[in-house]
């Protein structure tokens, strides 16, 4: 009885010995994944930087040499979207990853955007008078090796409200709405999914 009650102890002792390796093999192996996670996150934002600042001369016109040519053939020619200054724009995040470049090597076009608003009408009151406008972006699509200008192109928003026969005194301006990246992405796809 004595025999069969430490084989019983050895066993559980064993069994719980092996358990506990078993864990720690997992715990050593999530970490090794977190960690080349890490490393894949860092050369993503490493390869971003890169790409950002290769195209920041875009908004002016002058073409990244590194950069890859745009190949109006069939497939997809990954775009970065700039503003004016030479800035990355919100509307990246917007974009379908496939139209993303994973580098500058692979980057073929930049939508420089400009925003602007359009004075529409001044609405006279005895007070201040109160200017309509209506917001619009032209949009210069360039070929990122060489600057060269693919499309350009001007996207309106809304129509301000009209001219109320009171306004409150504080209100000096009324705009229209802005454009979305939804009304603006069909029109890239063209260029960029052939």
Avoid at 11 to 38: A, F, P
Avoid at 46 to 64: D, H, M, Q, S, Y
Avoid at 84 to 109: A, F, V
Avoid at 162 to 190: M, N
Wanted: aromatic share 8%; net charge positive.
């Amino acid at each position: 009885m004595i025999g069969i009650l430490l084989i019983c102890i050895c066993l559980s002792g064993c069994v719980n010995k092996e358990e506990e390796m078993r864990k720690q093999e997992e715990i050593r192996k999530q970490e090794e994944i977190r960690k080349q996670e890490e490393i894949r996150k860092q050369e993503e934002i490493r390869k971003r930087e890169e790409i950002i600042n290769a195209v920041k001369p875009l908004a002016k016109g002058t073409g990244a040499s590194e950069a890859s040519s745009y190949k109006k053939n069939q497939g997809i020619h990954p775009v970065v979207i700039i503003d004016n200054s030479g800035n990355i724009h919100t509307w990246n995040k917007d974009l379908p990853e496939e139209w993303k470049p994973k580098s500058i090597e692979k980057t073929e076009l930049v939508a420089v955007i400009t925003k602007g608003e359009k004075s529409i009408q001044v609405c006279q009151y005895t007070g201040p008078s109160v200017t309509r406008y209506q917001n619009y972006i032209q949009i210069q699509l360039r070929e990122a090796k060489t600057g060269n200008i693919v499309k350009t192109d001007t996207f309106y928003g809304s129509m301000p409200p009209q001219c109320k026969t009171r306004e409150l005194y504080h209100v000096t301006a009324v705009y229209g709405t802005s454009i979305s990246f939804d009304e603006f992405k069909p029109w890239l796809q063209k260029y960029v999914v052939l």
